[in-house]
């Protein structure tokens, strides 16, 4: 079966990072992108960016220039999303998704379960 | 940035009924680029749609999708239960990948 397993919940200080994992497994890991996406507490979805496992090339929402690094360990068949400089309104839960590589798009059609990262003095 | 507006925010009705989301772009979006989520309370979204009308592995039929250049919907042919949920649109077709701010689904 194909799965995205994400790492544990974390609680961080105003300012500090986080480093959230997404361990892919059950298909070949550059075959697709890796998007992140993040869902702050009774909001809806925001999209953050996607990392290409294949090529290590990413692309970024705007309002994270600077702020947020994607990364992937081809080896480890794992992406990583870092986000640095923490706001209170970073409290979120931060989602890996796939979506296959390809000339069109066929949608993120796997999941993690999601990391609740809280950012609170 | 292309805003995706959905309406209604939330939509109440009756098992077997028929429901109807709507998704609108503002900017042509390409109906390639148009997908559509469903999220459970607690749990990750679920893809349904992608390419505007094409149902996800696995997605009943009830489910199904169209629409093009900036409007779109989603239309649950039969309500159950199980279809609660909040449901997203989503364009991928130009930078930065935004989704709709979601539409409500309960059940009288």
């Known amino acids: 079966q194909v799965h995205l397993v994400q790492s544990g919940a974390e609680v961080k200080k105003p300012g500090a990072s986080v480093k959230v994992s997404c361990k892919a497994s059950g298909y070949s890991f550059t075959d697709y992108y890796i998007h992140w996406v993040r869902q702050p507490p009774g909001q809806g979805l925001e999209w953050m960016g996607w990392i290409n496992p294949n090529s290590g090339g990413s692309n970024y929402a705007h309002k994270f220039h600077g702020r947020v690094t994607l990364t992937q360990d081809t080896s480890m068949g794992t992406a990583y999303i870092e986000l640095r400089s923490l706001r209170s309104d970073d409290t979120a839960v931060y989602y890996c998704?796939?979506?296959?590589?390809?000339?069109?798009?066929?949608?993120?059609?796997?999941w993690g379960q999601g990391t609740r990262v809280t950012v609170s003095s | 940035e292309i805003v995706m507006t959905q309406s209604p925010a939330t939509l109440s009705l009756s098992p077997g009924e028929r429901a109807t989301l709507s998704c609108r772009a503002s900017?042509?979006?390409?109906?390639?680029?148009l997908s559509w989520y469903q999220q459970k309370p607690g749990q990750a979204p679920r893809l349904l749609i992608y390419g505007a009308s094409i149902r996800a592995t696995g997605i009943p039929a009830r489910f199904s999708g169209r629409g093009s250049e900036t409007d779109f919907t989603l239309t649950i042919s039969s309500l159950q239960p199980e279809d609660v949920a909040v449901y997203y649109c989503q364009q991928d077709y130009n930078l930065p990948y935004t989704f709709g701010q979601g539409t409500k689904l309960e059940i009288k």
């Open positions: 998704a796939r979506d296959k590589v390809g000339v069109t798009s066929y949608g993120m059609d796997v």
């Open positions: 900017q042509n979006v390409n109906n390639s680029y």
